[in-house]
């Protein structure tokens, strides 16, 4: 029996990725991790940035892969209300993207999870996920205009376009 919903049964998730180069002057590096302690604590702060930036977004356009942009819709432009801070409807009936940190064993606790702060890793990591019922979820190339536009206040926060980013599929 198929499902009526195509994307139900989908296994994977998506990631936006931003990782400073490891090569920068210490100056730089310093800006990055204070970037890295606001989204952390403060992620409003950033997330109001990046909506503007979104808003902003020029009707006509194409990214660096050389395709068009599929622009925001006015559901994904919306401050997400949760601690982890992002973007989407606070409802879960929305698709959203939040800031993510990570559960993981650590040496002093092996048998309990703990959250280990987003800068242990020196990256910022955005998750994209899809309504709680699996009717509103994202596609990668519906990324590329969030990506770019969080690239732009990452520059403007920092001072320099000194960062990889990358869109992952996570199984």
């Known amino acids: 029996m198929t499902s009526a919903n195509p994307n139900a049964s989908r ?6 990725v931003f990782r400073q180069h490891n090569r920068v002057p210490e100056n730089f590096k310093k800006l990055w991790q204070n970037l890295l302690r606001t989204c952390a604590f403060n992620p409003n702060v950033i997330v109001k940035l990046w909506l503007d930036k979104l808003r902003n977004h020029p009707e006509e356009c194409h990214d660096g892969d050389g395709g068009p942009y599929i622009l ?11 601690a982890e801070g992002g973007i989407g409807g606070s409802d ?5 993207i939040r800031f993510s940190g990570f559960m993981m064993h ?6 309990k999870k703990e959250w280990v702060p987003p800068w242990c890793y020196d990256e910022i990591k955005l998750c994209a ?4 019922d699996g009717t509103d979820v994202w596609e990668p190339r ?14 403007e926060y920092v001072g320099v376009e000194a960062h ?4 992952e599929i996570v199984v």
């Open 11 to 16: 296994r994977w998730g998506l990631d936006i």
């Open 72 to 82: 925001p819709r006015h559901t994904d432009l919306v401050l997400l209300e949760r």
């Open 142 to 155: 519906q990324l590329r205009v969030y990506r770019d536009a969080f690239s732009e206040v990452i520059c």
């Open 164 to 167: 990889e980013k990358r869109i």
């Open 106 to 111: 650590t040496e002093r606790q092996k048998d």
């Open 129 to 132: 996920t899809g309504s709680a």
């Open 92 to 96: 879960n009936t929305c698709r959203q």
